[in-house]
Every structure is written in C-alpha cells, then in structure tokens.
C-alpha cells in the first residue's frame, strides 16, 4: 500500500486532531455528544483520567465532520488510516464503507460519489473495539466477568507484557487521487559480486489498464540518474545504502492514458544486499553485527499513538549509544517511523503482531515446559496471514528492512508448532520480492533439546534471560547456562547466524547496592557485562539486540511495578548508568566484521 504523499495528481488533506468520542454503544446514524472529545492519533487509555475507562474493553467510537473537496469527474474520494487498534468499521453519514481487523497496518476506504453528490459537508463515524482473543493477533484471553449489578464486564488477559493500548493510533488522511491510479510499485535492485552495478527493475500496479508507464529515477541531488525502459534500469557506481550511512533515491512514476498524464508518485529506495550465508548475516557483502534493541510504540500521554518527535529522539540515542538496527518488537511499527530509518540508516527487523501464540502468559515463564495443545485451540491462521501479507505489501521497497519475523515467543517447542509456521515461513519467501531472511523469536523455554521450528528460519533468534528468570540474581550460575546454550544452538545449526534478540533485567532508576542485588543500576551493569564476555566467545553469534531500549507501559500484574523497567532508558528517555557502558563497547564494535572464520 503506497504511503500517502501529494503530488501534482494527489491531494491529502489532514483529519487529525480532535473528534467526538464515546465508549461503549452508539448507532452511526446518530450523533455523538460534543462533551467528550479525544486526539487523533493517539491512545485513548493514557488520555482519560478515569480507571475503568483507561482499561475499557469494548466498542468505542470517534465521529467529525469534514468539507468534501471540489472533485472532477475522473477522481475519487478517499480516506485512509495508518492503524486502527485492533478492529474498526468507518462510516460516512452512517453508511458502512469499510471494515479492517487488525491493529498495526494501514487501510483505506473510497468513499462512495453518491454519499457526497448532494452534501458536501459529511459525517465521518469510526467503531473501534480492542477485544482481542485465540483468533487475533495479538493474542488474548477474553471473557466476560458478572458484576454485582448482573452486567457482564468485557476483559481481555493479554498473553503480552505490554498494555493493551487502543484507539486510532496513526494518522488519518482524505486523499483526493485520479479514478484510474497507481495502487503499488514493487523495486527490486540486484547488485554485480563487486558492488559496482546495480540492475532495477519495477513493476507498476494500476487500477484500470493504462497505455504506457514512464519512471526515471532520480537522486538525492535531484538529477536524473536513469530512465526506465519496460521497467527496467541499470546504475553503474552506484551509491548504496549502508547501514548508518544511508543513501536513497526517488523511483518518479507517471502512468498515461490517451495522451495524458492520469497519475503520478514518488516511491524512495535503497540499494544494498542482504543474505545469510556461512553462519553470517551478510549486508551488502560484509558481515554485519546487529547492535540494537527491542522496543516499543510507547511513550507518556501518546501511549501507543504516533508520536515523531519521539521516533527522532529514539533513533538519534540509538545513535549516539554506538548502537544500529532495531526490532520492531512486538507489532508493525508506524510507517513514519519506518520512512525515518530508511533516512537515517538505521537497521529493522520487521515483526507482525503474532505474540501470545501460547495458553496464558505465565507458560512463558514455566521452566519444565509441558505440552498444553496450544496448536490444537489456537484459532489464528487467518489473522496470521493477513498479517504478513499486509506487512510485506507495506513494508516490501524499505532498504532499512533486513529481516522478517514470524512470531515472537510461541510455544514452538509443543507438538503441531512445525505444522503451523512451516506456511507462514513459506509465505513470507513468496511474498517478499527482495527474499530477506526470516526468523522466528524463539521464547527461552524453547530448548535445541525441543525446539520444533528453527529448521524453517534462516537465523536463530533467542530470547534468553539467564541471570534474571532463570538463575535470578546468580550472574555465575547464569554465564554457565547461556553459554551452554548458545553452544548447542550453534552446533545443532553451525550455518545459520545466532541473534540475541533479547535479554535484559528490571532496573528501577536510582536505585543503588553495594552487593549486587538485583533491580539495582549495579546489577544491570554486572548483568549485560556478563552477557557481553559469553557473546564474544559464540563465533555465529552475529548481534544483541537488549531487551528494551526504554522502560514501558504493561498490564498490572506482580511482576510489575508500574510497567516493564528492562530499559536501557527511562520512559521519558534518561538514561540509566547502563547507558555508558554500552556506549563504551558499541562504539567500539564495528558494524561490519566485528567477526569473522
């Protein structure tokens, strides 16, 4: 799905900022109250100052009215969302236009003519609804709870460390674009063994037959570099994008009919490699280390709303820490975020929202694993794949993007675990017209004595806590076991890379022990230390990716205290006494070649 951008056939106009708001019922038709309002985009939750409306489940609706443009009659009306969390059916004057289910990608309605043929000034009505159970994805346990009163109360039990946020969560455009119009442009770069040709092809999707397509293809200067010929170019010496270093060029495409321009649109992209081979993960034919994090869509009052200031101060620490790539743990991050690494070079691993593929969340924590039939109810084939497919048509053309992830933490070492990701691994190399790697984010009960899926991915990604729920606080006790460990992994699969894709320990800022002791800045110094000398031993061992780059919002449960604290950040991004020591060994670790056979 194109991202929306103006261009001198495309018009988008901006429906941010406040609407009508209501949790609960409410009929289309009708009109909302103007006493409640909330900001869009951002989360609900973190906005109200009420306990059981922060953690409402349920429908709750947005409405707002918005001026119909003068259109021609070769043009259509169109309004778009960057997400929705997690469910949403758009209304135009109470008529139903559109439904999407799933809370991380982008979707868009045409409004239809005869809604705005004699109104100009239309109602727009959103239903959003945050319930989530075993067919969604994320995945939750919902029920109903009776009250004292005889209702029934909705509540969802995330199988997920981190709040179940909701609301419309990106921004929301009124596209104005020709009938007959670009839907998608796929770029595919394929570099000679020396890095110094670079063949492009493209492919232009359109919603009715066209005539002919230009493109040309200009760099970051604005000159024309190439003109495509059946969709097709060569660029010798080109510039690549390199990690840190980015550079991009603008495919410009302009489709004709009958002589005449009907649509036109700029699609950035990168020119580089990416594969894995010989135990290591190869970037534009060098070996790369990952150094980075996991992390969230997280930040005060915005929860998981769009915030950019926010995206830029995180990739600019990311930055400064000697760090290169990150996760976009657990869920597509916002298509802005996206667009900001490309620019700035930095390094994606690229997640759907399949977290919570287990029976509750405490199994992740179970350390004598028993087979719970989690493959035997879980309902979310469906889901699941619309989730791919969604994220690879968003994300396919973004150099930042290196690698794919099925799922985050399943139960992969319970019987029917193979059977179900083999066709999501598959589908991910079908898709994917630049055939990145895929992995799967492996949960720490899931053992190479158990393990049923890691003979599908191309990297093993293990998300490991030794030191903090298994051999808490026994930093000897734990080196042993990880480094035990990484071993089995790297002999059971001595060509597939290792990537540590968490690992981590609660730090409340400020506190301090002479002794070591666990959720003190000390001990997360001692802890990482730790990691760090065992990482260095494990030859395919290609990154580290911490768990998590700040502290984060997350349910209320024991193990909590007011959210996750594993960040390497505070929540308002101050840094822990962590913070230099990473920065210490970072910056110097080079991105490439920090090993090699």
């Not at 003109?227 to 060569?234: K, N, S, V």
């Not at 991910?428 to 492996?442: A, F, G, I, M, S």
Request: one cysteine or more; glycine letters at 6%.
């Amino acid at each position: 799905m194109l991202y929306p951008i103006g261009t001198k056939t495309r018009t988008v106009m901006d429906l941010n900022g406040l609407w009508n708001f209501k949790l609960g019922e409410h009929h289309p038709s009708d009109l909302l109250s103007t006493k409640e309002v909330m900001v869009v985009p951002t989360s609900f939750n973190d906005v109200v100052v009420d306990k059981e409306k922060r953690q409402y489940i349920g429908d709750f609706w947005y409405e707002r009215f918005f001026e119909v443009p003068t259109l021609s009659d070769t043009e259509e009306l169109v309004v778009r969302f960057g997400s929705v969390t997690h469910h949403a059916k758009v209304y135009i004057n109470g008529e139903l236009i559109g439904e999407h289910k799933g809370g991380f990608t982008p979707f868009e309605c045409v409004i239809p003519e005869s809604l705005y043929s004699d109104e100009t000034n239309l109602k727009i009505s959103v239903c959003a609804n945050n319930e989530l159970n075993y067919s969604t994805l994320p995945v939750g346990n919902y029920i109903e709870e009776e009250q004292e009163d005889g209702t029934n109360k909705k509540v969802v039990k995330e199988n997920f460390d981190f709040f179940n946020y909701a609301g419309i969560h990106r921004p929301v455009k009124l596209i104005i674009r020709p009938k007959i119009h670009i839907e998608d442009i796929v770029i595919t770069t394929e570099l000679n063994d020396t890095l110094t040709t670079a063949d492009i092809k493209a492919t232009v999707v359109t919603s009715s037959p066209i005539d002919a397509i230009e493109m040309t293809i200009i760099d970051e200067d604005r000159q024309v570099v190439e003109r495509l010929t059946d969709g097709q170019a060569t660029i010798h010496n080109p510039r690549l994008w390199e990690v840190l270093d980015a550079y991009l060029y603008n495919l410009h495409v302009e489709i004709i009919k009958d002589g005449q321009v009907v649509d036109s649109y700029d699609e950035k992209f990168g020119i580089r490699t990416v594969k894995v081979e010989n135990g290591q993960f190869l970037i534009n034919n060098k070996p790369f280390y990952f150094k980075g994090f996991g992390k969230h869509e997280d930040t005060f009052i915005n929860g998981r709303g769009l915030n950019e200031a926010a995206n830029l101060m995180d990739l600019n620490l990311l930055k400064e820490i000697g760090a290169n790539s990150f996760r976009t743990s657990h869920y597509p991050y916002s298509e802005e975020m996206m667009r900001l690494a490309d620019r700035m070079g930095v390094v994606v691993i690229d997640e759907v929202a399949a977290v919570g593929l287990f029976q509750n969340f405490n199994a992740s924590l179970d350390l004598k694993p028993t087979d719970r039939g989690t493959w035997q109810v879980m309902e979310t084939h469906e889901a699941h794949e619309q989730a791919i497919r969604e994220l690879v048509k968003r994300d396919k053309n973004h150099p930042c993007v290196v690698m794919w992830v099925v799922a985050n933490e399943p139960a992969s070492h319970e019987e029917g675990a193979h059977e179900y990701f083999e066709p999501f691994v598959k589908l991910y190399k079908e898709l994917d017209p630049q055939d990145r790697p895929v992995t799967l984010v492996n949960m720490l009960i899931s053992t190479p004595e158990n393990d049923k899926v890691m003979d599908l991915v191309d990297v093993i990604s293990l998300n490991r806590y030794y030191g903090w729920y298994v051999d808490h606080g026994d930093l000897a006790k734990g080196a042993k076991g990880l480094k035990d460990e990484l071993e089995k992994w790297q002999e059971l699969y001595p060509e597939k890379p290792i990537l540590m894709t968490e690992y981590g320990a609660d730090t409340l800022p400020g506190l301090h022990s002479m002794w070591d002791i666990p959720y003190t800045e000390e001990f997360q110094v001692d802890y990482y230390d730790m990691h760090h000398r065992i990482f260095d031993e494990i030859p395919n061992l290609v990154g580290e990716q911490v768990w998590n780059f700040a502290d984060f919002e997350t349910n209320l449960m024991i193990i909590r205290v007011q959210g996750n604290h594993k960040g390497l950040f505070s929540r308002n991004r101050q840094p822990k006494q962590v913070v230099r020591e990473f920065k210490k060994r970072w910056t110097n670790i080079p991105n490439y070649n920090y090993k090699t056979k």
